[in-house]
């Protein structure tokens, strides 16, 4: 396909000259080092400085045309104008950020005491979008810690989560995403989450239920083998929520 952003599309990788589209050369990249991406990866490698704002042209362009196909007058309708160049940059750097953007950074330090009692965080504010219908997932995280060798501060807890949330999801693969994370981070001995959240999908179009709402958990380490600790997870949740009005 040629570029219909040549000034903006052509660019100088490798000493070579190309006229792909920035979101050919970084599908290419993606393809050649055999990885996946589908809505909900994070694609941050394989994008290189400066690509995103050549990228967010790109995505302005086609949501153009969109407009145009769903026969709104973009050129004369002051509403419009510039709609496309709001939502691309929404996409990539506020609602989709999780996709192309890197993990915001997170220092762990040393458990020299030797905490072995478990914590909960929460309710942490997550928003997502729906994959089928890429419209609003919104809720509330909870996160659940036996510390192993390493902790993290409290708030990483929330830019983690945010993170990997602002990405096209099911909400039964955000959670075990998060959980991915949080474990590669700290190592605990025990993890639990539970997430709560209502999807547009249902309230907004289809069945359009307005209370409806999902919760779903994963249990990993000594939550999920210690029938115990992980009724002392669900009780905190239990209180924290009931602290929140949720």
């Known amino acids: 396909m040629t570029s219909t952003l040549p000034n903006d599309n052509i660019r100088n990788f490798d000493d070579q000259i190309t006229n792909k589209l920035i979101s050919e050369i970084i599908r290419d990249r993606i393809k050649d080092a055999g990885t996946r991406f589908s809505a909900n990866d994070n694609i941050a ?10 990228l967010e042209k790109e995505i302005a362009s086609r949501i153009k045309d969109l407009l145009k196909s769903l026969i709104i007058d973009v050129e004369n309708d002051h509403n419009t104008q510039e709609t496309a160049e709001r939502v691309s940059k929404m996409y990539l750097n506020e609602v989709f950020k999780g996709r192309y953007h890197e993990q915001p950074k997170v220092t762990s330090f040393p458990n020299d005491k030797n905490l072995d009692e478990i914590y909960t965080v929460g309710p942490i504010s997550v928003r997502s979008a729906c994959s089928h219908h890429l419209v609003p997932i919104l809720g509330e995280c909870w996160i659940g810690i036996k ?78 083998h210690d029938l115990s600790l992980k009724q002392e997870f669900f009780e905190l949740v239990k209180q924290q929520s009931a602290t929140n009005n949720y």
């Open 45 to 54: 490698d394989f994008i290189n400085p400066g690509e995103l704002e050549i």
């Open 147 to 224: 510390p192993g060798n390493k902790v993290i501060g409290l708030s990483k807890f929330a830019r983690v989560a945010d993170w990997v949330f602002s990405r096209p999801h099911i909400q039964e693969e955000a959670v075990m995403i998060l959980a991915d994370e949080i474990e590669k981070l700290c190592e605990p001995k025990g993890l639990g989450i539970i997430v709560k959240a209502q999807h547009y999908c249902m309230k907004w179009r289809g069945v359009k239920e307005p209370n409806t709402s999902m919760i779903n958990s994963v249990v990993r380490g000594d939550f999920r």
